[in-house]
């Protein structure tokens, strides 16, 4: 009877509540929990992305302003300073391909409904 206890939970178990998440996500099925969370994750990547750029384009800097001419240590600030670039451009290059692509698909990227990929 135990055994068939475990398999059959009660329906208090499906009332359990998530303190940490808001009224908003609390009522939420995952699928349109994962609807809000995707577009959310998309957000933060490219935020974070920006925040990488910018410490490592200003320790690259600092680091060309104190090498104090030390052929190695400029080499080492200059190619900093490079990769820096070369990820910002590839961040903002993504962000015009996705607005590309919602532009010619008519779709909107940022607000993706799966509820229409669910079997």
């Known amino acids: 009877m135990k055994i068939l206890q475990l398999f059959n939970p009660p329906d208090t178990y499906a009332q359990i509540k998530n303190p940490a998440l808001g009224n908003d996500l609390q009522k939420l099925n995952g699928v349109s929990f994962f609807d809000r969370l995707i577009p959310s994750l998309i957000s933060i990547g490219f935020i974070v992305g920006i925040i990488v750029f910018v410490y490592i ?3 690259g800097a600092i680091s060309w302003m104190t090498s104090g001419g030390d052929k190695g240590q400029t080499e080492t600030a200059r190619n900093k300073l490079m990769q820096a670039l070369v990820g910002i451009v590839i961040l903002f290059s993504l ?25």
Do not use: R, V
Request: no cysteine; glycine share 0%.
């Open 57 to 59: 384009f200003i320790s």
């Open 95 to 119: 962000f015009a391909i996705i607005k590309l692509i919602e532009t010619f698909f008519d779709l909107d990227l940022m607000s993706i409904n799966i509820t229409s990929l669910k079997l």
